[in-house]
């Protein structure tokens, strides 16, 4: 049977942590959903649409790979779109206490999904969107956190405030 996951996040503005985790599952996984969430607490640098532009032109290679925007009940909308599993990066221990507590609720919401976490890489554990935002701000290179295809799209972007 046909499996289809879901990577969620802000992916304000999208690492080679992220891409990394959606290539991986890719490869174990028939479909994977890349969702950006719009209804986030933080106010974002990067519109929602530049977020999906920059993960689909960072995904381009991936075929089974479709990146959507997402509002309300992340568990809802797996319902609606037949997804089996939730994917998850995990960086470190501090990640695992959130992750953990809302893996069991998303199962509480929806008792058929799953939550699958991916150790995240050793190259690339380190890397989170504000990382990347803080230091292209301060005019640091962010060349080795972020895809080649969408460097100097989110560099100019950044300095421009
Ligand atoms: P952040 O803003 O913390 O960078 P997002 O909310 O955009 O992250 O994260 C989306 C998903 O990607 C989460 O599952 C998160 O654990 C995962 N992720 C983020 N950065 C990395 C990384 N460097 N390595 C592995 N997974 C990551």
Known sequence: MSKTVICPGSFDPVTLGHVDIITRASKMFDKVIVAVLVNSSKTPSFSIEERIELLQD??????????????????????????????????????????????????????????????????????????????????GDISNFVPKCVHQRIVERLNKG
Do not use: H, W
């Open 58 to 139: 960072s995904t381009c290679g991936i075929e089974n790979v479709e990146v959507v925007s997402f509002n309300g009940l992340l568990a809802e909308y797996c319902r609606e779109r037949k997804v089996d599993a939730i994917v998850k990066g995990l960086r470190a221990v501090t990640d695992f206490e959130y992750e953990f507590q809302m893996a069991l609720t998303n199962k509480k919401l929806n008792p058929m999904l799953e939550t699958i976490f991916l150790t995240a890489d050793a190259d690339s554990m380190y890397l989170s969107s504000s990382m990347v935002r803080e230091v292209a701000s301060m005019g």
